[in-house]
């Protein structure tokens, strides 16, 4: 049985406790929340013991839940990776690219598991699509959300776009070559809408757009490659690919387009969807990484890219922010 600590019970917090709940072979054995309202409500709901101590929790563990606010995310990786615990955090890992060499170099000479809670990897839309051969040249992002204080404390970069820095980071094989954006900072102190060009080495071009003050919610990416055109639908949970027919799904949806170079035939085509919870199935890979001893599916570098191409957004930002 694994045993469980998590650190931080607020919104996020809570969903985590719930799955843990359903996950096999784990038990959450304490967690640890300096405010005091919540810690009372999360013992009396989910029967869970609270620690006023994280370094007490942290020697009876053997892997910890790290869901409190960004600036905490260092000192409790470090403290768990130096007990030679397994850390689970959630998205970014750290504050600073220092902090997360520090992890980095901290994990490698523990040896133990570091999965960052870049959840969208699980999402079932993106879960539908990512084993096809993908080879994007242009990539189109929208992730848009309406205002909620709550995750204000850091830029819509790191609270909202840095998921889809994830996403395009683990589908296009190559260094980022150039970064442009601009972003506007309006019901806070840092940005709230921005706009992103990310150039590739390999010629891949991605542009993205993510707001926290728009009147609806979206979360879409659009893949433009040599063979096919690919959207997912984060939000709606929906999966569509428009291709030659030649390259298609044989039971697609056909029809015939005139072209320069004569008639092509177009298949468009909708992949199964499996219906599935991304948080849990985030943590049971966490688990899964811990007992049968392979690797976390979104590791410490994983979790270090992302940072850096929001790291330099942020500083293309701050020449040109408008408050």
Known sequence: MLKIAVFGTGHLGKFHLNNWKEISN?????????????????????????FSDPETLLDLCDAVDIIAPTNFHY???????????HVFVEKPMCASMQEAADLIKLTKEAGIKFQVGHVERFNPAFLAVKDLDLNPMFIEVHRLSQFNPRGTEVSVIMDLMIHDIDIILSMVKSDVKNVYANGV????????????????DNGCVANLTSSRISMKKMRKIRLFQ?????????????????????????????????????KKTIAVSNPPIQESNAIKMELESFRDAILNNRPTPVNEMDGYRAMDVAHQILEKISRTVIS
């Open 26 to 50: 784990t038990q959450v054995i304490g967690f640890y929340d300096p405010n005091d309202r919540t810690a009372k409500s999360i013992e009396e709901k989910y029967g869970i013991k609270r």
């Open 75 to 85: 000192e409790l990786c470090k403290s768990a990776v130096r007990k030679g615990k």
């Open 185 to 200: 900072a309006v019901m806070t102190d840092t940005p709230d809408i921005a706009n992103v060009r990310i150039e590739f």
């Open 226 to 262: 040599r063979d096919a055109y690919i959207g997912i639908d984060f939000l709606e949970k929906k999966a569509e690919i428009i291709r030659l027919k030649g390259d298609a799904d044989p039971d697609a949806f056909t029809f015939d387009i005139e072209t320069n170079k004569g």
